[in-house]
C-alpha cells in the first residue's frame, strides 16, 4: 500500500508513518518544515514535499506528486491541524481564518485532490475532527466549528465516491499529548483539569490515535466509510461515576 501523510512530523504523524514503513507500506512525507521532514525521510526511507496544507493548489500538488512518486496512492492521512482555545467575542479574524485554513481548507483540499487520483483504483483518506466538535466545551467556538466541518465533509464525501471505491473517515480524539497541545498539558492545573474530563482518567498518547489509522486505513476495513471514531477517553459520550 502507498499512503501519503500530511502532517508526517507531528507526534501522531510520525508514528502513523513509522507505523505504516514497519508493515513494509510505502510512504510519502509532507509537511511544513523541511529540516524535520528531512530527518524522517533518512529515517524511513521515503521520499517527502514541503507544503503549506492551508493552500488547495499546494495540496494538489502534493498529491499529485506523491502518486507519481510511489507509482499510485491507496491511502492519505491528513494529521494537519491546530489548537485554539479562545472565545468567541475576543478571537481575531486572523485567528479564524488560521483555524478553518489548517484544520477544514486541509481536510476539503485533501478531498478534492484525492478524488482525482483515486478515481480509478479507489483507496482511503483518514481526517481529523476533535471531541470539542462532539460536545460544547467552552471556548472551543473556532476550532469546534472547524472540526465538525471535517465531520460533515467527510461524510458527504464518502457519499460521492462510495462508487468509485473511495471511502473517508474520521477520528476525532480528546486531548493528546503533543507539542501543539502542550501549552495545556505542560501546567499542573490545566492538564489536570482536563485530565478529570476524561472518563479514563488519563490524557491521550500519540501512539493511542496512530493505531487507530494503522487499523482503519487497512483494506481489509473497506466496509467502513462516513463514520466518525471517537478516540477520545470517553470524553465526548462518557461521565465518570
Not at 29 to 34: H, P, S
Not at 89 to 112: C, M, P, Q, R, Y
Not at 157 to 179: D, E, H, M
Not at 192 to 197: F, G, P
Request: with cysteine.
Amino acid at each position: 500500500m502507498n499512503c501519503l501523510i500530511l502532517g508526517a512530523t507531528g507526534a501522531v504523524g510520525s508514528r502513523v508513518a513509522r507505523g505504516l514503513r514497519s508493515k513494509g507500506h510505502q510512504v510519502f512525507l509532507a509537511g511544513r518544515t523541511e529540516q524535520d521532514l528531512a530527518e524522517l525521510s533518512s529515517e524511513l526511507d521515503s521520499p517527502y514535499s514541503v507544503v503549506n496544507a492551508s493552500e488547495i493548489e499546494a495540496v494538489d500538488q502534493c498529491v499529485q506528486a506523491a502518486h507519481t512518486k510511489l507509482g499510485g496512492l491507496q491511502g492519505i492521512v491528513n494529521c494537519v491541524g491546530s489548537v485554539l482555545i479562545k472565545p468567541a467575542n475576543i478571537t481575531t479574524a486572523e485567528e479564524w481564518h488560521d483555524t478553518i485554513g489548517s484544520n477544514l481548507t486541509s481536510a476539503f483540499a485533501v478531498v478534492k485532490s484525492a478524488a482525482n487520483v483515486m478515481k480509478d483504483s479507489g483507496g482511503s483518506v483518514i481526517l481529523f475532527s476533535s471531541a470539542a466538535a462532539e460536545i460544547g466545551l467552552p471556548n472551543h467556538e473556532a476550532i469546534a466549528a472547524a472540526k465538525a466541518g471535517v465531520a460533515g465533509l467527510a461524510r458527504s464525501a464518502a457519499a460521492t465516491y462510495c462508487s468509485k471505491g473511495i471511502r473517508f473517515n474520521v477520528i476525532a480524539p480528546g486531548l493528546v499529548k503533543s507539542k501543539m497541545t502542550q501549552q495545556i498539558w505542560s501546567k499542573e492545573r490545566s492538564a489536570e483539569y482536563s485530565r478529570k474530563m476524561h472518563a479514563v482518567d488519563r490524557l491521550g498518547e500519540p501512539e493511542d490515535i496512530a493505531s487507530a489509522v494503522l487499523w482503519l486505513i487497512e483494506p481489509e476495513n473497506s466496509w467502513i466509510t462516513g463514520s466518525v471514531f471517537n478516540i477520545d477517553g470517553g470524553l465526548a459520550s462518557v461521565r465518570r461515576g
